[in-house]
Structures are given as C-alpha cells and as structure tokens.
C-alpha cells in the first residue's frame, strides 16, 4: 500500500533555531494536513492545505509556523524559532478527496526535541 | 466546540479476551467518527469510520464499533484479542457542518496491551 514518509524520523535543536520537517504525501493525494502530539497530550490538528494554499490552520499555528509545498513530492513545515513548547512527535498526513473518501493516510511520525 | 473523550490510558487484555475501548464524543450534531491504530513505530492507520450509514461499523483486523447517539458513544470492540493487537488506539471526530475537511478532533488515545 502506498504511504506517507516523513523525515527526519527524530530532530534534536536548540531553543530559537528554525527546524524543517519533510514530508512526502502519497503521489496522487491533494490535500495535505500536519497534526502534533505532545507527549501525554491529544493529537492535535494544526495545518491543512490544498491547491498550494492553506486551507484551515488552528490557534497553535502561528506566526512561527509556515507550511511549503516546495516541489511536486515535499510537503514541509517550518518552525522559524523553536520554543521548549514545540516538543512534540509531529505527523503529516494526506488524502486523495475528501467528499469520496475520508481515509487519511498518516506518516510514522518526526519526534521533535528542543532543547 | 467538538471534543471526544476516551476512557483509560491503559488497557491490557489476556489473549483471547474481548476489547473493548471506549469513546465519548460530545456535539450538538453527530459526527463522523473514527477509530486509529498506531503500531510501534509506525504512523496512525483507519481501522474503521462511521459517516451516517450503518450504526455498526466493521473494520480492520476483526475490529468493529457501534454508534449509539442516545449515548454519544463509538466504543470499539473485538470479540478475542490477538498479541499483534497491541497498540495505540485513537477515537476523532470531524464536524459534519463547519471546519475544514480533514481536520479531524482526536482522543488522547488508549494503549491496548495484550498479555499471553
């Protein structure tokens, strides 16, 4: 089956470095979502996006946050100066059309540390 | 605002046990409702979803949940429990009316353990 990668699968930074977490959506898929998990927390939605434009974002993406689709395969976000807050295993997500079919395929997942 | 609640963190089984895993979701409207299993190392997969059709739902690997709304339930159940079960599992919810699709609400999850 096809999937989502992401990588790096772990990223260690300091606090106030700017961080780019890849993604690599499944290849006929248009809409593209990233959600976060803080250790012990809910996942949580933060970003969707579709036709090169954010769609929907929560009150978690910010003005430290961006989202790229850089190329025809990347999907990336950005976080331009990390905060001890931003730990958190981020996952990005895909789906083909979301009026047929409401399967969201997920990546395994960056464990984002900030230090 | 939409929110689902899970009960337990933690769940363990003997094999051959049933599962039962439980999710409250709280909304004027129902909505659509799913059950996500994360396996170790891996990214989260749809075991099953309810879309207003059938209130019993059968998924992946002998999983299956029944949508009660006089309860606002949408427990997951399987009838005997496997070692390869062993996993996180996640109830969510996405508003029928208003919010983006794909902007699904999810549960803290429930760690299924599965004991010999």
């Known amino acids: 089956e096809p999937e989502v990668t992401q990588t790096p699968s772990h990223q260690v930074t300091q606090m106030g470095q700017e961080v780019i977490l890849r993604c690599v959506p499944i290849s006929n898929h248009l809409y593209f979502y990233w959600y976060r998990q803080i250790l012990g927390q809910k996942v949580e939605f933060l970003v969707s996006f579709y036709n090169n434009e954010i769609s929907e974002k929560s009150e978690i993406f910010d003005d430290q946050f961006s989202v790229e689709r850089p190329d025809g395969s990347n999907f990336t976000l950005k976080i331009r100066s990390t905060k001890l807050e931003d730990s958190a295993m981020y996952f990005c997500?895909?789906?083909?059309?979301?009026?047929?079919?409401?399967?969201?395929?997920f990546g395994s997942g960056t464990q984002l540390s900030v230090l | 605002a939409q929110s689902v609640t899970q009960l337990g963190s933690h769940v363990s089984v003997s094999e051959g046990a049933l599962v039962l895993l439980r999710c409250n979701y709280s909304?004027?409207?129902?909505?659509?409702l799913f059950w996500y299993v994360q396996y170790p190392n891996q990214g989260l997969q749809l075991l099953l979803k309810y879309t207003s059709a059938a209130t019993l739902v059968k998924g992946i690997n002998g999983f299956e949940a029944e949508f009660k709304k006089s309860e606002t339930s949408f427990h997951l159940t399987k009838p005997s429990a496997h070692m390869s079960d062993a996993a996180e599992y996640f109830c969510a919810v996405r508003p029928i009316y208003g919010g983006s699709q794909g902007n699904l609400i999810f549960g803290k999850g429930t760690k299924l353990s599965v004991k010999p």
């Open positions: 997500a895909s789906s083909e059309d979301l009026i047929l079919n409401e399967k969201l395929f």
């Open positions: 909304s004027s409207v129902p909505p659509y």
